[in-house]
C-alpha cells in the first residue's frame, strides 16, 4: 500500500511539474531544436530571452501588469477589511442579505458581463486604461476575498470588543489595534490572492485594453505569439519570465496563504 502511494505521488509530481520543466528548457533550446522532443538542449541560449526583451515589448507589458495586479491587491485589501468587519462582528438591519449577496455576485459568467462592463467603463472613459482594469479585478476579487476572511473574523471572540469598547475604545480602533495583528495570515492571503487574479486575467484585459502601450502581460504574450506563426522561443522565454514575479512572491508570501486559506476554512 505504501508503494502505491509512492507510485501515486511521484505520478502526481510529474504530471504537475513536467510543462513546467518542458516550457523552461525549451526556453533555453535553439530555434531549430525548440520542437525536437529533447529532455536536455543540446546547446543552451539565451537568445530567445534577449530577443523578447528588445524586439518586443515585454517590459512595457511587466510594468503594467505590476501596476494592475499591486493597484488591484492594495484597493482589494482597503476593501475587504472594513467590509468583513461590518459583516462578521457588528449587528444591522440586513446583514445576512449582503453576506449571501457577495457569492452571488459569481452567479454570472464573467462572458455574460462583457458588454455591459465596456459600456459602463466607456461611459468613465476608463476603456484602454489601466484604472479600468484595475477596477475591474478588484470587483471581482473582493467578494471571494471578502468571503475567505469569514473564518478569520468568526475565530476571534467578541468578547476582545466588548472588552476594548468598556476601555473607551471605538471601532476604528478595535479594529486597527485588536483585530488587524490576530487576523494578518488572512490579509496575507487576501493579498495575494488578489495579486494572482489580477496578474492572470485575460479576459477583461483583452477587451477593455486596445492600445499596445496599455496591455498587461497576459494580452501581451497573446500578441508576442505571433498570428499566423507561433514564434515558440519568444513564448516559452515569455512564459518564464512571467511566471518567475509570482514564483518570488510566493517563495516569500506562500506560507502564510496556504496557512490562511486552511485556518479560514476550518474555524
Known amino acids: 500500500m505504501k508503494v502505491l502511494k509512492w507510485i501515486y505521488a511521484i505520478f502526481l509530481t510529474l504530471l ?5 520543466y518542458w516550457v523552461a528548457i525549451s526556453s533555453f533550446k535553439l530555434p531549430n531544436e525548440i520542437l525536437q522532443p529533447d529532455l536536455f538542449p543540446n546547446a543552451w541560449t539565451l537568445q530567445h530571452y534577449k530577443e523578447l526583451l528588445v524586439d ?3 517590459l512595457i507589458n511587466l510594468k503594467n501588469s505590476f501596476i494592475v495586479s499591486l493597484g488591484t491587491m492594495l484597493i482589494t485589501v482597503l476593501i475587504v477589511v472594513p467590509a468583513s468587519y461590518a459583516i462578521y462582528r457588528m449587528d444591522f438591519k440586513g446583514r445576512d442579505f449582503f453576506y449571501k449577496l457577495i457569492l452571488a455576485t459569481y452567479i454570472f459568467p464573467a462572458m455574460l458581463l462583457l458588454v455591459p462592463v465596456y459600456q459602463l467603463m466607456s461611459t468613465f472613459n476608463l476603456v484602454d486604461s489601466l484604472w479600468g482594469l484595475i477596477i475591474i479585478n478588484v470587483t471581482f476579487a473582493a ?8 473564518g478569520f473574523f468568526k475565530a476571534i471572540p467578541t468578547a476582545l470588543d466588548e472588552s476594548a469598547a468598556i476601555d473607551g ?3 476604528m480602533r478595535i479594529l486597527f489595534s485588536i483585530i488587524l495583528p490576530l487576523i494578518a495570515p488572512g490579509l496575507a492571503t487576501i493579498a495575494i490572492y488578489a495579486f ?8 477583461f484585459a483583452s477587451i477593455l485594453i486596445a492600445s ?6 497576459s494580452v501581451g504574450l497573446s500578441q508576442i505569439m505571433g498570428q499566423y506563426t507561433v514564434k515558440w522561443g519568444w513564448t516559452t522565454a ?5 511566471l518567475l514575479p509570482v514564483l518570488i512572491f510566493f517563495a516569500f508570501a506562500g506560507k502564510y496563504f496556504v496557512k490562511g486559506l486552511t485556518e479560514g476554512s476550518v474555524k
Open 169 to 171: 475604545a471605538g471601532t
Open 16 to 20: 504537475i511539474v513536467f510543462p513546467f
Open 196 to 203: 494572482v487574479v489580477s496578474w492572470t486575467e485575460f479576459t
Open 143 to 150: 467578494p471571494f476575498a471578502t468571503w475567505l476572511m469569514s
Open 238 to 242: 515569455g512564459a518564464m519570465l512571467t
Open 56 to 58: 518586443t515589448p515585454y
Open 212 to 217: 499596445e502601450e496599455s496591455q498587461v502581460l
